[in-house]
């Protein structure tokens, strides 16, 4: 399984990191990104991914036990299975103040789309992989969103 | 903007975004090949059992105190007050009403007491499955969650969660998480987790996302739940197939096979930010198996419509998402040869319409302009001409995300969103299109909702899923009704629990209906899922029961063991209460009961 863990140490914070985009809650994503790794190591001997597409592969994962955990606190009204998203301290509060900012001009989905191109690796195609879209759609999801974004500079200040 | 213009502008983002790899950690070290990964929470609970344990006895005691005071402090003389554990020996359950004012809110940190009881789960005659707290006398009622269900697999009563994964089963050690309401009624709103299962025969799949503090799992393969859900009762689970989730498709029976085609995915506001999808996919349920349909000659869209002639599917209107706006084109999909081919334009462009097939012709009835406005009018379309002829407005409110059936020689139509923000209709239309006339269907208050689908049995309209509420509170309803137009009633489905949803397709077979997509929520996922409800197959049980009475009285009751209570509390915010029992007859079929479900208006 050596190749397994060389991908788990190159693609960990990435995953993590679009976890935490994704649900704001660290504790979020160290759960989600560690079953995402975990169902990812029962899977890997029988249905490796394409090379090159290992990245996409455990986003798409991620994204999926991501949403199966927020279907599942949304089914069970009044629950809460979620925890309360990120608590702010001392040295993220200025990052999620930002990110509330953002999340009250961005749609979710061009949020997720950002999020996800800031990950230099990911093509368009893979992108679309992740969230259910061709890679067109991607482009389009992009524009608008950096289109949204151009009338709030305040925002990438 | 340009592409240097987007370029700047993503790596501003980028810049700007890169603070959040402060909170970013490295990879835990981790030997795969000798002891698998665990959670990273998995250790973190571990290392908190010994503390949790003691500051759970803590919870429990301070929940019995304090939980009644804090949770429960209905008054004395509120007639559905829950009884005490064991002591009744009424043949039916006892219904609990919580008035909504003293239900926590959904949604809020203050909505769920952050107690947890331990016990075991025990069989319960009149509340299904109960808890039997540990370091307490008697048992407890448990409110369980929307869509949880006792089931029984062989001999054991398993609780199942929404999906048809099994929870945990009685016998087991569980971990309740939530708090008291009133005397010995728990209000199971947190997490749920098997401490220690009955028999290790008996351990349930993890359906939960926790991890079990006292095992700490390590995720090995066989733990995986690989297997789909199994199938309940009179519900069979549709395999997932080549398409993403989405909402707002189409999708008809052609005989033999599920056409699924286009419909918008995950997140938005439909109207305004979806970006429809192209493909479409056809599900054959005697091969229980999917196959993919070329993508055809039309634009992406959603909203649309479609009808089954006898030979082709027909498309038409709809709406193209952000920039496309709303159709007026349509095409016909042959199986047979595998091929598209257009139609002739129609009336002007409309979305969230329906459309039926009467045997010689399509009717396009409702739906809304590229202007917003809701008809009530329509168009007929003739594939033996290729030309279109319009209706005249019906009788009844405008519409849009409304049903319609084809009875044989009437189109029902029923519901959907009027005029106006929040104004979804309960009433309905019987069109006959041989002298174009139209009889108005009674409303029924229980019976208002937009989004929801509709099938013709032969007999009946099944009415099942949908929502209401202002679209940012807008919930799914997880419930079927059946319309009898030979006598003008209404009955409800005696159907096992599913996840609601609205914006789904359904289709009928001849025997089953198949429920297909859809959305739980405005702007959260649209599923890639669905189920067959066959109304045979509940052995013995009845598949309709009566409609229980409507009224504004908390305590509403029905002379039906299968039924659900379901009640409009106005005037307190205009909230919908829900409450469902346990039949002790058709137990393997029924829902636990008593639980809540709340519907809130912002």
């Excluded at chain 2, 689908?453 to 679209?471: D, H, K, L, N």
Aim: proline share 9%.
């Amino acid at each position: 399984m050596e190749d397994f863990e060389q991908v788990y140490m190159r693609h960990y914070r990435s995953v993590y990191r679009y976890v935490l985009g994704l649900t704001r809650s660290t504790d979020e994503a160290d759960e989600v990104t560690a079953d995402t790794f975990a169902r990812a190591f029962n899977a890997w001997p029988a249905k490796p991914p394409a090379a090159g597409t290992e990245l996409g592969w455990l986003l798409l994962t991620a994204r999926r036990r991501t949403t199966d955990r927020w279907r599942r606190a949304r089914r069970l009204v009044g629950l809460h299975f979620l925890r309360e998203p990120h608590t702010a301290t001392e040295q993220n509060v200025e990052f999620w103040l930002w990110f509330d900012a953002l999340s009250r001009i961005l749609p979710a989905r061009q949020r997720e789309v950002l999020l996800l191109r800031y990950q230099r690796d990911l093509s368009d195609a893979d992108i679309g992989m992740v969230m259910g879209i061709t890679p067109s759609g991607v482009r389009s999801l992009v524009s608008r969103a950096l289109e949204n974004l151009r009338a709030h500079p305040e925002l990438l200040a | 903007m340009s592409q240097h213009d987007e370029s700047e502008l993503l790596e501003r983002f980028r810049q700007r975004l890169s603070a959040i790899e402060a909170q970013v950690p490295e990879p835990p070290a981790r030997d795969f090949a000798r002891t698998g990964i665990r959670r990273r929470a998995d250790d973190a609970e571990q290392r908190r059992v010994p503390a949790l344990v003691a500051l759970l006895a803590s919870f429990v005691v301070l929940a019995v105190v304090l939980g009644p005071l804090l949770w429960g402090a209905l008054p004395a003389d509120r007639g559905a007050s829950p009884s005490p554990a064991g002591d009744s020996a009424a043949p039916r359950p006892t219904l609990v009403a919580v008035p909504t004012q003293e239900r926590p809110e959904p949604g809020t940190p203050q909505g769920c007491p952050a107690a947890l009881a331990f016990g075991e789960l025990v069989e319960h005659p009149e509340w299904g499955i109960a808890l039997a707290a540990d370091g307490q006398p008697g048992t407890d009622r448990v409110l369980w969650p929307h869509g949880f269900a006792g089931v029984w697999e062989s001999d054991r009563l398993a609780l199942v969660d929404g999906n048809g994964r099994a929870v945990a089963y009685v016998g087991d050690q569980v971990e309740l998480g939530g708090g008291f309401i009133g005397n010995n009624s728990w209000l199971a709103c947190g997490e749920i987790r098997v401490v220690a299962a009955a028999s290790p025969s008996a351990s349930p799949p993890p359906a939960s996302t926790s991890p079990s503090p006292s095992n700490g799992p390590t995720l090995a393969p066989s733990s995986e739940p690989t297997a789909p859900p199994p199938s309940v009762g009179n519900i069979r689970d549709i395999p997932e197939g080549p398409l993403v989730g989405r909402s707002h498709h189409s999708a008809v029976w052609t005989g033999s096979e599920m056409i699924v085609w286009g419909g918008l995915p995950d997140g938005g506001e439909p109207l305004r930010q979806g970006i429809p999808i192209p493909d479409g996919a056809a599900y054959l349920p005697a091969t229980d198996t999917w196959r993919p349909i070329p993508n055809g000659l039309l634009a992406a869209r959603f909203g649309h419509s479609a009808v089954w002639t006898a030979s082709e599917m027909i498309v038409w209107g709809g709406n193209a998402g952000h920039d496309g706006g709303i159709l007026a084109d349509g095409a016909a999909y042959d199986p047979a040869t595998d091929t598209w081919r257009l139609i002739s334009s129609g009336p002007a462009g409309r979305t969230l319409h329906t459309a039926v097939w009467t045997g010689t012709e399509m009717i396009v009835w409702g739906g809304v302009l590229a202007s917003g406005e809701p008809r009530a009018d329509g168009a007929a379309y003739d594939p033996a001409t290729d030309t279109w002829r319009d209706l005249p407005p019906l009788p009844v409110e405008p519409r849009s995300a409304h049903s319609a059936v084809w009875t044989g020689d009437s189109m029902i139509v029923w519901g959907g969103d009027g005029p106006g923000p929040g104004n979804e209709l309960d009433d309905g239309l019987l069109y006959d299109p041989t002298d174009q006339s139209g009889t108005r269907i009674a409303p029924d208050h229980l019976l208002r909702r937009a989004g929801h689908s509709a099938v013709w049995t032969g007999e009946r309209m099944i009415v099942w899923g949908g929502t209401q509420g202002r679209p940012a509170a807008r919930e799914p309803f997880s419930d079927g009704l059946a319309y009898d137009p030979s006598t003008g009633s209404w009955s409800m489905l005696n159907l096992v629990p599913s996840p609601g949803r609205f914006s789904h397709s359904a289709v009928w077979t001849g025997s089953e209906m198949l429920v297909w997509g859809g959305r739980t929520s405005v702007s959260g996922p649209a599923s890639a899922d669905g189920f067959a409800y066959d109304p045979e197959a509940l052995h013995g049980c009845a598949d309709l029961v009566d409609l229980p009475p409507v009224s504004d009285d908390s305590n509403t009751d029905s002379a039906n063991e299968v039924a659900e209570i379901v009640f409009t509390a106005e005037g307190a915010n205009d909230q919908l209460v829900r409450i469902r029992y346990t039949d002790p007859a058709c137990r393997s079929h029924s829902l636990l009961g008593p639980y809540i479900e709340m519907l809130l208006e912002e």
